[in-house]
């Protein structure tokens, strides 16, 4: 699938776009009004796929149309302008935007990468349905301070679109090792996620990192959830710290047909250091600057956890935790795994709870911000 000319051959290497795609039917189509997309990475430099494991599974289980487009984005990338020629792939291509982005004063937001990454998903959702209509299968129409770093996130973050997701039933999978997504950045939106949205879930996997592994089951059970419009868990938590410990409060309303827990527990971890912050699976070796294994270790707790019961419709988690020793942090997640649509079982997790509320830097601005990597 050709998806778009992204600028011309004085630009970069690759002005065409184009991916593979794979799409699976199944036999026993029985959702015909539900579609599933996975929007993948890979390179154009890769053999042709044969089939795409994940969409087989989630197409035949849910009797669904499951599309997988890969090249997202299309790579590898060499940039005229760029003065190492470099091949680049995924974060390197999007860097070199970003840059070139701010080095423009923001004059023209189309270099931004995440853009034609946008426009080539879309033109895989038109190619989709444009191929299944054909075989007759029916689907659904459906600077780190520089404030030119805002002009780019008015563009392409998601915060920016929040009006438009009133009613739209989120899940938000991720690994609780992230290394490109902080263990507590839903500090800064997920209030206004839930306003917006009027409620939505997350699921921090633990021990899992960028590629998110242990994720399908409960993919595949919020998906079924979706897709047979079943009622959903009512999960809401509140998290506190003070100067001796930090706590974790969840509720579960079990009336008006939400699902009981089958299991609730909580997985803790513990920074290797005292001087990063840091739960990613990963970093780089600061002598080699290779990137080398992070071992933080998510580990179930088996003490501490508080059960009550508020009458006949809410059951009341709180786990609490005495502070780490001095100059560690540690990282909390209440998990509760509920039965789901098919004999699937879904996990959520609450906000990652990270004590103590320090930070091993103070707040920077304008020129005194500047990044390393580690």
Known sequence: MTSQQWFDASFSSRSIWWHYMVITVPRIHSRPKTAYMLIGGETNLDPVPIRDSWGEKISVKTGTVAVEVKQIPSQPITFVADPSQKSRFEDDILAWTWNTFIQSNGSDPSVLLLLPMTKASVRAMDAAQQFLREKEIPVPEKSLDNPYYQVAADIFDPYAYFDRY??????????????????????????????????????????ADHGATGVFDSLESFYFSICDQQVLPSWAWTRTINETHGQIRANVSVGDGHPAPINVTVYQAQTVTGTKRDFRAAKLDPTTGQIVVNPVKWVEMKENMEISKVGQSSIIYTYTAPMPPDGYWYGILMQATFPGPHGTALNLTTETLIIPNTFPVGPCSEEQCYGNLV
Request: glycine content about 8%.
């Open 166 to 207: 009133h009613n739209v039933t989120l899940c938000q999978f991720q690994g609780a090792d992230d290394e490109f997504f902080l263990s507590d950045s839903e500090d800064y939106f997920w209030n206004d996620l839930q306003k917006a949205t009027g409620g939505s879930y997350l699921y921090r996997i633990p021990n």
